[in-house]
């Protein structure tokens, strides 16, 4: 088990306590949470704007049936209750980029309610699991976007984001450092990404954080929270995690008090600054939409949600470990969603589990390292690897022969069984050739051969290491062994 995390400060030691509310918007969905108009990211600025996005006066919305399905799935991925009835309510509030002055989300009856996520604090320790409670999942709309930047003395608004639809999922505060809760964003992005209903891509914004932070003393009293909004890499999240606790503690012994009240990042000084005291629930005159019947869903539906549902990271981690792959190699794997599909189209192909496992953790990623490739660009197919990966578990090429091969592969594009043939990489256990390979070292060394026979038995290598080269890497070093030691003895 991991050290508890613990902030020094003058009183002793603290516990800091972290909850995460992430919006999650529903990339799978092309249109918006109760309009037709399109998502995609960079467009110019309001081409992607219905008149119920612009809030024009008489225009009703229509929910989507995409986005519901896919919180839906989202919530059973996370082991949730789904909410069989459920409302959406306005959050009432005026800014320049939320043409409506509220915003469609839902307060009283989510869709989504409690769930849970387990994750690794550190992904190679087994006994680093840890269970973090889900709170609920509700679905809302998101708001448009100023730019201050574009004109020196005036703001634009554009409206492209205006009504896309989000999934905010709001997490217990059970997170205790800021290890697990970059465990927990990562794991969270990881199911989201298996899901597909989120494509989990920080950068682009349709993945961010606000970070709930209070201190205590362990066991005591939770403390007053700190919320950092629109956090956007699981790094600047941690960060956040540990400034923040810092800053609470140093407050609180020097005889001041946290107050509730929500903060903003700055990534480039790695400080949070306060931006407005916190709101209450009752700030915003919630009600229930009246433009917008309850959602009702059947049996049919939910059953549908759940027959589309992939095999998800911890089950599959499971079934990996099931096949004899290491706890580790099975953690790597099933992390990213590309590399696990790449990964079981590689056993289709006939791979044996283990030696196939360590292959990708190894040679394949280490190449698409170097060569700054995703898995889903490898040069090299699951099928094209499978036909490599036999031709060493049949005895054909020895391991280092296909490392040989698999370079030549992602150069060329050629298959395994071919470039063998064609360079005559195939192993030899013939014993006539081994000997005659032997029988020249043997005598160009004389002087070795004597310092061998005299004691000197490091010198082994050496005879073995100048034969596989004399033989170009192709001799069964079984054989080779063997052969030199009758001829040495
Ligand atoms: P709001 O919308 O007002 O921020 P929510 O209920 O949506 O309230 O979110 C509360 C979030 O704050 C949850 O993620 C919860 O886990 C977290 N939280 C609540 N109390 C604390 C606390 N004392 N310290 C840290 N996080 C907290
Ligand atoms: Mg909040």
Known sequence: MNAPYRVKGETGEWEVVV??????QITASKAKLFSGAATAFGAEPNTQVSLVDAAMPGMLPVPNRECIRQAVRTGMALDAKI????????????????????????????????????????????????????????????????MHDQHATMSYVDLNRCGVALMEIVSRPDMR???????????????????????????????RADVNVSVRKPGGE??????????????????????????????????????QETRLFDPDKGVTRSLRSKEDAHDYRYFPDPDLLPLELDESFIE?????????????????????????????????????????????????????????VAELFGALNRRAQSVEQSPVSPAQAAELLKLVADGTISGTIAKQVFEIMLET?????????????????????????????????ADKVADYKAGKQQLFGFFVGQTMKAMAGTANPQVVNDRLRTKLS
Request: proline content about 3%; hydrophobic content about 35%.
């Open 19 to 24: 909850g995460l509310e992430v919006h999650a």
């Open 222 to 259: 939770f403390g007053t929270r700190t919320e950092t909004k629109n956090v956007n890499s699981v790094r600047f999240v941690m960060a956040v995690v540990e400034h923040e606790a810092m800053r609470q503690v140093e407050l609180i012994e020097g005889g001041g008090s946290v107050a």
């Open 177 to 207: 450092s800021p290890a697990e809760a970059g465990a927990y964003l990562r794991k969270l992005r990881s199911i989201l990404r298996y899901v597909g209903s989120c494509d989990g891509n920080m950068e682009e914004g349709s993945m």
């Open 83 to 146: 909410n069989r009835w459920s409302r959406f309510d306005r959050k009432n509030y005026f800014y320049a980029d939320l043409p409506q002055g509220y915003q469609i989300s839902q307060l009283y009856h989510p869709l989504v309610g409690e769930g849970e996520l387990e994750v690794l604090v550190d992904e190679k320790d087994e006994n680093s699991a840890k269970r973090i409670g889900i709170e609920r999942i509700h679905v809302e709309q998101d708001a448009g976007k100023l």
């Open 413 to 445: 594009g050629q298959g395994a069984s071919a470039i063998v043939e064609e360079r005559g990489l195939k192993q030899t256990s013939d014993a006539g050739a081994i000997d005659a390979a032997i029988d020249k070292i043997l005598a160009d060394n």
């Open 304 to 360: 549908e949600c759940r027959g589309t549902l992939p095999e998800l990271p911890d089950a599959k981690r499971k079934r990996y470990e099931g096949l004899g792959i290491t706890a580790y190699n099975s953690s790597v794997l099933t992390a990213e969603v590309e590399t696990a599909r790449w990964f079981d189209l590689l056993l289709e192909s006939g791979a044996e589990p283990k030696q196939a496992s360590n292959w990708v």
